[in-house]
């Protein structure tokens, strides 16, 4: 995110001597993306960064994933995911439930009430929306706060935990990338700022607004990272806190972006489905469906036509609202669908007709949208409604 923030205390040339008030030395970590030809951010620590006193395994939940073979648009119900008060005793971080996933993306649904633990994903950068509920993300960089609506955008390898606040359950739908997450290109000038026609500024993100330190030792730190063989985890063990940044800066940061701060951008006809993007990953994009004033052409039809994607499946998470165009069909609060590429999808029957002369939809909805095939995870797998790839036709297979 090539926006310049400058957070507590740094010296005033980069590179320098910056002592505290008895005279010790600060350590410099310079964080930065793609072989430091990217963006980055130069952090201050008391302690070094790299020291650690251990490192062992940590067995993830389950990241196993089943094609979707025979090939069918399907309905994943997440809310069923949690029942109970089993979120109680869940974090946002060890309790995630693989929906879907592939070499690039990997989404994931928890309900939490228990503060995770310190965490950090060396795979990519991560956005988590906040579906319902409110928490504090600790991180290096100082602390966030996110309600209902945010998109939470954590760089690749920061190190952070998430405090779930007030005793709602704290509903989070995690997308983990291979690759940074980040605005559209389109949207950016060449020099990285966001661009009139852009349905979001830089006053929409907000980054830590203090810093943040934290005694301790033997500090556990969970980690996600690569290997040959896939995604896998260790704790590594630091002999202090690593919460130990007296002052950064840098365009380099972790920051939140509520959904309902996008302008949607809305025609006479129906806009083609780009205009909702919100952020762009290694294959595969981010969108999002806000409430808006539909199509108003006088004889303008505002649910979606029928459409094929080729190179894409699309996965749509529908977090509020009533999504007009699925009336019918099973999916409410909660959803995922996923239409895959080598399919048409559009509305369900009826919808196309009822949409004419409607002039508002109030409908809240996250997509992901993938350019190679994503495959069932085990949480998928546990929640899906085995009806929706029939509610188009009426019925299904003859017996
Ligand atoms: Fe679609």
Redesign the pocket.
Known sequence: MAYYRSLGDVPAKRHTQHRDGSGNLYYEELMGEEGFSSDSSLLYHRNLPSAIVDSRVWELPDQSTTPNHPLQPRHLKLHDLFPGESWKDTDVVTGRRLVLGNADVRLSYVVAGAVSPLYRNATGDEVVYVESGDAVVETVFGSLKATEGDYVVIPMATTHRWLPQGDKPLRAYAIEANSHITPPKRYLSRYGQLLEHAPYCERDLHGPSETLTAEGTDVEVFVKHRTSRGVVGTVMVYPEHPFDVVGWDGCLYPYTFSIHDFEPITGRVHQP?PVHQVFEGHNFVVCNFVPRKVDYHPQAIPV?YY?S?VDSD?IMFYCGGDYEARKGSGIGQGSISV?PGGHA?GPQPGAYERSIGVEFFDELAVMVDTFRPLELGEGGLACEDHNYAWTWAGRGPKQ
Do not use: L
Request: net charge negative.
């Open positions: 489905p979606p459409h994607n699309e239409h999808h």
